[in-house]
């Protein structure tokens, strides 16, 4: 199964990268997530679940819990996976201080929006407040809980600012 397959039931854990990945990076995360999938199991029962890197830092990573669901074991060895690699990359997977966004489309000059950028939280709101993070800025949104809920006009995990969590906060 391919994460493009997953129905939009599928639970979904979401990590961010504290960088960017290169390309053969991101293809040897995918080739090592993909075994560690294809052997992920919850009391002996297998897990029908598939992941992806998207926007060059995100890592993605959902599971048909109709199949077979998640148990405390199984997700804490999705979580040692993503800590090992993290480990033996240079990569941290478990900062929760930073906000991945765009300018909206055609910002940057470049049709369809500019690059993603990561920025601080602190940073982020600073940019903000001086008018350069717009209501139609668009951020990469890691709450969602399901495949579906992740689906957006914009993209998988993207948002608007204005519709985000992010402006939550602002208000």
């Known amino acids: 199964m391919t994460f493009q397959e997953l129905p939009a039931h599928a639970r979904l854990w979401v990590h961010v990268a504290d960088r960017d990945l290169t390309a053969e990076e991101q293809k040897a995360l995918r ?3 993909a075994q560690f999938l294809e052997g992920w ?6 897990l029908s679940a598939a992941g992806d890197v998207l926007y060059d830092r995100v ?3 959902g599971l048909d819990e109709q199949r077979a669901g998640a148990t405390g074991c199984s997700i804490d060895s999705l979580v040692g996976f ?4 993290g480990t033996a990359r240079g990569v941290d ?4 201080h930073q906000v ?3 300018l909206p489309q055609g910002g940057d000059d470049l049709p369809g929006g500019g690059a993603w950028k990561a920025t601080r ?3 982020f709101w600073a940019m903000r407040k001086a008018g350069v993070v717009t209501a139609d800025t668009e951020v990469v949104d890691p709450l969602a809980s399901t495949v579906g ?5 914009g993209g998988f995990l993207v948002k608007r600012f204005d519709e985000s969590w992010h402006a939550e906060m602002w208000r």
């Open 93 to 96: 997977w478990f900062d929760r």
């Open 149 to 153: 809920e992740a689906h957006s006009a």
């Open 121 to 123: 939280t602190a940073d």
């Open 82 to 85: 993503v800590r090992a690699h």
């Open 31 to 33: 080739t090592t997530l």
């Open 59 to 61: 890592l993605v990573v």
């Open 100 to 102: 991945i966004w765009r």
């Open 41 to 46: 199991s919850a009391h002996g029962a297998a």
